[in-house]
C-alpha cells in the first residue's frame, strides 16, 4: 500500500493593494506618451482658437499673422465715443489678425495637463467611486490582482480612436463657441430678449454664456462618455482649470483682456 505524496502547490503571491491601486491609475508608457504628445501638438492649435480675444501672451509668445487680416492702414467704424467720432475696437481687430497666438510655454504644460486629466485623474476618480462601492469594492480588488491583462479588441480599438477624435473635434467647436460669444454681445442680448425672466434673475451676459457653455458641455458628455468619473473629473477641471493659471497670469506669463476676465477668479485678480 502507497501512501500518497502531498506535493504543494506554489501560488504567485498577489500584489499588494497599494501596487495594484498603482497599476490602475499610473497609464502604462505608450498611451501615456501618445497623450503627451497629442496635447504639446494639437493642444495649442485647439486652444488657440478663443485665445486671441481672451489673453496676451508675454513670455516667449508665438504670433502668425494671419493672411485674412486687414493691413495696418484700414480700420473699421465699430463705435461712438465721447466726442462722437468713429474708433475702432482694440481688442476685436487686434485678434482678428491673428492665426496663432500661443507661446513656447504651452505645448509642454498642455502636454502634462492632457496626460493628467486625460488618464491620471480619472483613473484616480473612477478607482475611488468603485472602492467606496461596498457591495463590489472587495471583488474589484481580487479581480485587479487575479485577472491578467487583456488587450482591446479590434473593433473596441476603433471605437476608442472614434470617440478620441470626436472628443478633440467637439472640443475645439466648443472653445469657438467660447470665442463667439465672447466676441459676438447679441447673442446674449437676443436671449434675454427671448427670456425676460433671465433679467429677473439678474442673469447678464456672462451668466448666460456661462449656462450656454455648461449646457454644451454637458451634452458633449452624455454623447461621448456618461460615466460618473467623467462627470467628476470634468467639475473639477471647470473649478481648478481658472485656479491653476493664476501663478502663470501672476508670474507674467500671460495676462487676460479686462473685458474677458469677467468670472471668478480672474474677475477678482482685475478689482485688485
Known amino acids: ?55 496676451k501672451y508675454d513670455r516667449a509668445p508665438i504670433d502668425i499673422i ?25 481688442s476685436l481687430l487686434d485678434a482678428n489678425e491673428y492665426l496663432l497666438r500661443t507661446s513656447w510655454f504651452i505645448p509642454p504644460l498642455l502636454g502634462v495637463a492632457y496626460l493628467v486629466l486625460g488618464s ?8 475611488a467611486l468603485d472602492f467606496f462601492d461596498e457591495d463590489d469594492s472587495e471583488k474589484k480588488l481580487q479581480e485587479s490582482r487575479k485577472l491578467p491583462s487583456v488587450s482591446p479588441s479590434t473593433s473596441e480599438q476603433q471605437d476608442l480612436r472614434t470617440k478620441a477624435v470626436l472628443a478633440v473635434a467637439s472640443t475645439a ?4 463657441l467660447s470665442e463667439t460669444l465672447e466676441t459676438t454681445p ?11 425672466s433671465l433679467l429677473t434673475l439678474g442673469a447678464g451676459s456672462s451668466e448666460i454664456h456661462l449656462i450656454i457653455m455648461a449646457l454644451v458641455a454637458l451634452a458633449q458628455w ?51
Request: glycine fraction near 6%; proline fraction near 13%; charged fraction near 10%.
Open 1 to 55: 500500500h502507497t501512501t500518497p505524496i502531498e506535493v504543494p502547490i506554489m501560488k504567485t503571491p498577489s500584489p499588494p493593494p497599494s501596487s495594484a491601486l498603482r497599476g490602475n491609475i499610473i497609464p502604462k508608457p505608450i498611451p501615456a506618451l501618445k497623450l503627451v504628445t497629442t496635447g504639446a501638438t494639437v493642444g495649442p492649435l485647439v486652444d488657440s482658437l478663443h485665445n486671441q480675444c481672451l489673453l
Open 66 to 90: 494671419s493672411p485674412f487680416s486687414l493691413p495696418p492702414s484700414v480700420s473699421i467704424p465699430v463705435g461712438l465715443d465721447s466726442d462722437s467720432s468713429l474708433v475702432a475696437t482694440s
Open 120 to 127: 491620471i485623474l480619472p483613473r484616480i476618480i473612477s478607482t
Open 173 to 176: 467647436l466648443i472653445i469657438k
Open 186 to 196: 447679441f447673442i446674449a442680448q437676443s436671449i434675454q430678449e427671448l427670456v425676460p
Open 222 to 272: 452624455r454623447i461621448l462618455d456618461g460615466t460618473l468619473a467623467a462627470l467628476i473629473t470634468g467639475v473639477i477641471v471647470s473649478i481648478g482649470g481658472p485656479l491653476s493659471e493664476i501663478p502663470f497670469v501672476a508670474s507674467g506669463f500671460w495676462e487676460y483682456l479686462p473685458s474677458a476676465s469677467d468670472y471668478h477668479p480672474l474677475e477678482s485678480i482685475w478689482t485688485l
